[in-house]
Structure formats: C-alpha cells, structure tokens
C-alpha cells in the first residue's frame, strides 16, 4: 500500500500585513489557494488594485507531499523578493498558499540585504496575522455489510477515527460510506479484512 500524507499545514484565512523600511511601504496579503490557477488569479487582481506601485513580488506553495513552489523578483534584484517570501512558508511549513508583498518605493535604495529583510519580514507578519491550522487528509471507503454487524463494524470505526459520511441500507444490509484518517488507513484495512462478511471499497473523495 502506498504510504499516504496524513496532514498538511496551511493558514485559516487570509491576512494583511504592512511593514516599512526607510520611507518604502511593503504591503503583504497571505492567501490560502488550492490550485496554481487560484493563485495566479489573486496575483493578476492584487496586481490592478495597486498599479502604481514599483513591485508586486509573490511566492507560492501548492500541494501535499511534494508541493509545487513558484517566485517572483517582479524586477527587484535577484532573490531578494521572492525567495524570503518563500522562505517564510518554508520556515512554518505551510502550503496551498500564495503570499504577495506589494512595495512602494520610498526614495532610498535598501540594498540587497535591506530589502531580505524587508520582503522576509513583511511576509513572515502576514502570516503571524492568520492562524495556522494543521488539516488532517482522509481516505474514503464505501462499506457493505448485514444488518447483525452492526456492532462489530461500529466498534472498527472508533478504534480507528473513522467517521460516517453517508448511511444507507437496502434489503441485504447496510450501505456506508465512511473516511478514515490517512495515519490509520492501514490498520483500518487490516482490522476490516478480519470482519467475516464486511466489504470495504476506497472510492474517491
């Protein structure tokens, strides 16, 4: 069986956050997104809204496991921008999540190592201005089973946090679809398979 993420750390909802540096604003949004596209979305609205300013640097992180990671300088010197925005979320080991610092140029040039802390700090403020939540992953499984089983089948699903999504019945018996936690999948199925006369199917979420 192949091993499964069982949970992943994202924020649990969006947030601001503004930081300034000799005369130059950072304007930092976190926004939880699933999907690359969400992402570049926020990224193209975030961008029309403050037009006028001189950068709008962003970072992502999208996915379980392996996530997908993306950055953007938007013209300021290289790795000063999108690489600490990133590093943030690296830091707390968040993902599905997508953080844009907008800056306006306050007449003083910060430096490389200026603005690292500027884009890093502004980032990592955005995210102290959400609440991280640790969200647990499920597999889902359809179970068939006689009416006498009621019982035994009950006992399984608390042994393992497994919780009922949907009961049904028909004339032979019970018709249920449940989700187990990924962490307890496989003991799960190993103390199904011992049930005479339980069926269990995964199905998709």
């Not at 019970?174 to 190993?190: A, D, G, L, Y």
Request: net charge negative; hydrophobic share 40%; charged share 25%.
């Amino acid at each position: 069986m192949e091993e499964l993420f069982s949970s992943y750390r994202t924020l649990k909802s969006r947030s601001e956050a503004i930081y300034t540096e000799q005369r130059s604003k950072f304007i930092a949004f976190a926004i939880p997104v699933e999907s690359e596209e969400a992402a570049m979305e926020e990224i193209q609205e975030l961008r029309k809204r403050y037009y006028d300013a001189r950068h709008v640097c962003w970072a992502y992180r999208i996915g379980k496991g392996e996530p997908i990671e993306r950055q953007n300088d938007d013209g300021e010197p290289s790795s000063t921008a999108g690489k600490p925005i990133l590093g943030q979320m690296l830091s707390y080991q968040l993902t599905d999540l997508l953080i844009v610092v907008v800056r306006y140029f306050g007449g003083v040039k910060l430096g490389t190592g200026g603005l690292i802390v500027a884009y890093r700090t502004a980032a990592e403020e955005a995210i102290k201005n959400s609440e991280i939540v640790e969200v647990t992953l499920y597999s889902h499984y359809r179970l068939t089973f006689p009416f006498d089983l009621i019982n035994p089948v009950m006992m399984l699903l608390r042994q393992y946090e497994a919780e009922t999504v949907l009961s049904d019945a028909d004339t032979e018996g019970h018709i249920w679809e449940i989700k187990v936690p990924n962490s307890r999948t496989r003991e799960f199925e190993e103390g199904a398979s011992a049930i005479y006369q339980l069926q269990i199917k995964e199905v998709a979420n």
